[in-house]
T-cell receptor, first 117, second 111 residues
């Protein structure tokens, strides 16, 4: 099956620093990638939809200046958490959609656990 | 009330038992996913279906569009099946590819 990787898998940083998370589709081209956030014992929450070559679409309540998304190529999307604070500590997961249909299968990355001290 | 509801929230079983996890949704959908999340956090897509039934190994997923209901069955359960199982739907008319998630079902299979 299609593989999606994320890097890093785990990151610990100090409050005020910025952290970049990469999401790559390894063996397919992904026109759309999605970024999710998951708090302990809760389900995934969609943060934004990232389309290659265009601006990301953010969900209501998600600060676009706080969570910068860049989708520079069909295999790479990045999420940068700017000026991170302890409340940004969470599990961040990306997924990549295979195909151009509205409901084509999504493949999920292994996630990145961010801890902000 | 959430658009996607799963039951039960927690499920404990003995190895070998037949397991059923249910998912009900209140919106029109174009497709439904069953996902598996292990304790490490990574998510695996088990099934995507829009009608009928799919089978993969010991896993079976069914969907009834008219009743807005889907079930995930695990036959001959094994401790390695212990994970969180998540139902997610592509709601018709929403943003391209956007998924709405259920709250998940925590499955623990004891040896």
């Amino acid at each position: 099956g299609a593989v999606v990787s994320q890097h890093p898998s785990r990151v610990i940083c100090k409050s005020g620093t910025s952290v970049k998370i990469e999401c790559r589709s390894l063996d397919f081209q992904a026109t759309t990638m999605f970024w999710y956030r998951q708090f302990p014992k809760q389900s995934l929450m969609l943060m934004a939809t990232s389309n290659e070559g265009s601006k990301a679409t953010y969900e209501q309540g998600v600060e676009k200046d706080k969570f910068l998304i860049n989708h520079a190529s069909l295999t790479l999307s990045t999420l940068t958490v700017t000026s991170a604070h302890p409340e940004d500590s969470s599990f961040y997961i990306c997924s990549a959609r295979l195909g151009a249909g509205s409901y084509n299968e999504q493949f999920f990355g292994p996630g990145t656990r961010l801890t902000v001290l | 009330k959430n658009e996607v509801e799963q039951s039960p929230q927690n499920l404990t079983a003995q190895e070998g038992e037949f397991i059923t996890i249910n998912c009900s949704y209140s919106v029109g959908i174009s497709a439904l996913h069953w996902l598996q999340q292990h304790p490490g956090g990574g998510i695996v897509s088990l099934f995507m279906l829009s009608s009928g039934k799919k089978k993969h190994g010991r896993l079976i997923a069914t969907i009834n569009i008219q009743e807005k209901h889907s079930s995930l069955h695990i036959t001959a359960s094994h401790p390695r099946d212990s994970a969180v199982y998540i139902c997610a739907v592509h709601a018709g008319g929403t943003s391209y590819g956007k998924l709405t998630f259920g709250q998940g079902t925590i499955l623990t299979v004891h040896p």
